[in-house]
C-alpha cells in the first residue's frame, strides 16, 4: 500500500496576482496573457459530480503528465492546445509558484471552448449499460438485442453531453448539440472524437489497456479546430486490463471507478456533502492512476 501524505496533496493552487479564470471540479486556469492560459490539475477528486473532501496525493500530476504524453502521441494528426510544461519556459510572473506548478501544470493555447462534451463509447458499459438495458439504446442509439454487460461494440459511438462546472453532466441528443453549435461544427466534433478514440484504443490495446470510452474537450481559435483540455486520462475514461477481459460482467479498472464503487457500496446519495474516503481507498486509488500511467507511458512517473 502507498503511504498517504498529506503535504504531498494539492486541493487548490494560490498564485497571488495571476488572474484565476475558474476552480473547476478538478482544474484550476488562469489568464496568463491575451492568448495564453495556465491549467493546473489539482488532486481533487469527483466521483458522481461531488468533489469529495479528501485528495488523491499525486492524482493532479498523473493527469497532466498523462495528457501530455497523449498530446505529443497525436502531435501531427491532431491540432492541439498544449504548448510546453517546463516551468522554466513559463513566463517570468509564474516563476515564483514553482512549488506549485511543476509535473501539474500546462501552459496552452487560448482557444474558445465548445459547450458539450464529446463522449465516444467503445463498449457497453456505466451508464449505457444501464440506458441498453432499460431501452436497446445507449443515448437515443439502437444497438443490436442480446449485447452483454462490457461488450466491445461494433463502431465506436458518439454520445455528446453537456459541460456543467457544478452538479451533473447531462447526455444531450445529436440534434441538441447540432442545435448548440451548428451542425457543421457537430459533425467535425464527432468526427474527430470518433477518429482520436479510434487511434488510442488501438495504442491502448498494444499496452494492455482497454479504453472502454472516453470524453473529449475542443475549442476554437480563429477557424481552427483545438483538442483541449485533459486527454484520455483516468478521469476522463474508462480504463481496463486487457488480460482477464470478460463480457457479461463489470471490469476491474485502472480509474477513478473503484472509488464510484466504494461510493455505491457505502449507501452515499450522490449528494453533497460526500462521506469521507477512507485511507485504503484514497491509496488504492493512487495505485489505479499510477499504473494507468506507467502502462499507457510506458515509464513509471517520478516526483
Sequence with gaps: ?????????????????????SRGKVRDVYEVDGGRLLIVATDRLSAFDVVMSEGIPGKGKVLTQLSIFWFNF?????PHHFLTADVREYPA???????????????????????VECVVRGY????????????????????????????????????????????????????EMAAMIGMKSAATLREKSIEVYARAR??????????ADTKFEWGVCGSEIFLIDEVLTPDSSR?????GYAPGRAQPSFDKQYVRDYLEQAGWNKTPPPPHLP????GRTVEKYLEAYQRLAGRALLG
Excluded at 74 to 78: I, N, Q, R
Excluded at 239 to 243: S, T, Y
Aim: charged share 20%.
Design 74 to 78: 497525436l502531435d501531427g494528426s491532431v
Design 202 to 211: 488501438e495504442y491502448g490495446e498494444s499496452r494492455g489497456v482497454i479504453i
Design 279 to 282: 485511507t485504503e481507498v484514497i
Design 124 to 175: 457497453l458499459a456505466g451508464s449505457g449499460w444501464r440506458g441498453y438495458q432499460e431501452t436497446g439504446a445507449v443515448c437515443g442509439i439502437k444497438l443490436p438485442a442480446g449485447l452483454q454487460e462490457s461488450a466491445r461494440l461494433d463502431s465506436a459511438i458518439f454520445t455528446p453531453a453537456t459541460k456543467a462546472k457544478e452538479g451533473h453532466d447531462e447526455n444531450i441528443s445529436w440534434d
Design 1 to 21: 500500500m502507498i503511504q498517504i501524505s498529506e503535504q504531498k496533496v494539492l486541493l487548490e493552487s494560490h498564485l497571488p496576482g495571476i488572474h484565476l479564470l
Design 93 to 115: 510572473v509564474l516563476q515564483p509558484f514553482e512549488s506549485q506548478l511543476v509535473g501539474r501544470s500546462m501552459l496552452v493555447k487560448k482557444t474558445e471552448p465548445y459547450p
Design 239 to 243: 480504463f481496463w486490463p486487457l488480460e
